[in-house]
Structure formats: structure tokens, C-alpha cells
């Protein structure tokens, strides 16, 4: 089973709107990130947030941390259609590979 | 200018042909990674590299090799591939390993269709 999972699997919303995604872990972490994969790209990083961090804001963007719960989630507000994309969460600990989960889809509509 | 780029971008490969994917990053970096990413399985670490001639092997390395013969370059390397190696495949480069917080930085993948 994956160590860092996000949900839903999937978002549809239109633009304007806000959204939030939510992910879970289930290790002991240093950090988390949220990563943005849009099609045909790479995934780029919008968001680390570390263990003894509760939030984390980059513009539009809004990551919390509950290591209590071993969950985090990330935020979008006035969404665009470019925020159409995958968004990942990924967990840090104390080895050298970072831990992605599956991701959830989101679509934003005009 | 990107900074990790990846060759070819795609390639059709037989069964139990040779296939080499290459990368090549220009962020002075000292990690270098490869995963995969299939459909419901996010992305999946195959080998990485903190040193030039150096690899380690992640959580899926079988039927993978990796060679780092620079600090700027790191190959994915399928000596017989099959067909469960369709994927997209992604290199990506950083300061540190995971536990010192550092971003990762992805090229724009290669996408691996076995026959």
C-alpha cells in the first residue's frame, strides 16, 4: 500500500472557486511537499513544509501539516485553468528518497 | 533554458531489446534520481545517484541498471526490456537526499512504450 496517499482521487470546479486536496502518511516525517504535475510535464514543487511547521502559504496556495493525525492538505483559492493538473503530495524523512503519493486529479472549468 | 533534460522524449522498444534513457541536469546537483510513474502507482523511485560513478538502487530496481559517469549526467539503462517496463519515466536532480529538505527538480520525462 503507498505510504502517502492523496484524496479525492479526483476534483472538478470552476473557476473562481476554491479546492482543497488532502493527503495522509503513514511514516514518521521531517518534511512534506506538494508537488504540481500538469500534462506533459515533469512535477514541480509549490509547497515544503516541515515537521514542526502547521502552515505554509505561496500566493494562492495554502499547505497545513497535522503530524498528529499524519495528514496534511494544500488549498487553492480563486482557481484558474491553468491550475488544471495532478497534485501530489511527498514525505521526507531521515533516508535519501522522498516518498510521492498517487495524486489527485484536478480540473478546473471556465 | 531548462535545467534537467531528458533523450529521447519517446521511444517504442521490443522485447528483449536494449533501451537507454539519458539525462542530463544543469543545476550543479549532487543527487540525481529516476522513477517511473504508471497510471494509480504516482511515482516510484528505480535508482538514484549522490556521486558521479556512483548509484543506489530505490524501492523497483529490478530489471533496471543506472550509470552516473558525471555529475551532470545519469542513464537509465533496461537490458531486456518487457513489456511491464511501459512507462513514463522521469529523472530529476537536487542538493541533498530527502531528509534535508531539498526540492526536487524533474525533466519532462520520456515516455516508454515496449512491443
Known amino acids: 500500500s503507498q505510504l502517502a496517499e492523496e484524496n479525492p482521487w479526483a476534483l472538478s470546479v470552476h473557476e473562481g472557486e476554491s479546492v482543497t486536496v488532502n493527503c495522509s502518511y503513514k511514516?514518521?516525517?521531517?518534511?512534506l511537499q506538494w508537488y504540481r504535475q500538469k500534462s506533459g510535464e515533469g512535477p514541480a514543487q509549490l509547497i515544503l513544509?516541515?515537521?514542526?511547521?502547521r502552515e505554509k502559504r505561496n500566493g494562492r496556495l495554502r499547505a497545513t501539516l497535522d503530524t498528529s493525525s499524519q495528514s496534511s492538505s494544500l488549498s487553492i483559492t480563486a482557481t484558474r485553468c491553468e491550475d488544471t493538473a495532478v497534485y501530489f503530495c511527498?514525505?521526507?524523512?531521515?533516508?535519501?528518497?522522498?516518498?510521492f503519493g498517487t495524486g489527485t486529479r484536478l480540473q478546473v472549468s471556465p | 533554458e531548462a535545467a534537467v533534460t531528458q533523450s529521447p522524449r519517446s521511444k517504442v522498444a521490443v522485447t528483449g531489446g536494449k533501451v537507454t534513457l539519458s539525462c542530463h541536469q544543469t543545476?550543479?546537483?549532487?543527487?540525481m534520481y529516476w522513477y517511473r510513474q504508471d497510471t494509480g502507482h504516482g511515482l516510484r523511485l528505480i535508482h538514484y545517484?549522490?556521486?558521479?560513478?556512483?548509484?543506489e538502487k530505490g524501492d523497483i530496481p529490478d530489471g533496471y541498471k543506472a550509470s552516473r559517469p558525471s555529475q551532470e549526467n545519469f542513464s537509465l539503462i533496461l537490458e531486456l526490456a518487457s513489456l511491464s517496463q511501459t512507462a513514463v519515466y522521469f529523472c530529476?536532480?537536487?542538493?541533498?537526499?530527502?531528509?534535508?529538505?531539498?526540492?526536487?527538480?524533474f525533466g519532462p520525462g520520456t515516455r516508454l512504450t515496449v512491443l
Open positions: 530529476a536532480s537536487s542538493d541533498w537526499g530527502g531528509n534535508n529538505y531539498a526540492e526536487q527538480f
Open positions: 545517484s549522490y556521486v558521479a560513478d556512483s548509484t
Open positions: 511514516t514518521s516525517i521531517t518534511a
Open positions: 511527498a514525505t521526507l524523512a531521515n533516508t535519501d528518497k522522498v516518498v
Open positions: 513544509i516541515r515537521s514542526n511547521e
Open positions: 543545476n550543479n546537483h549532487d543527487y
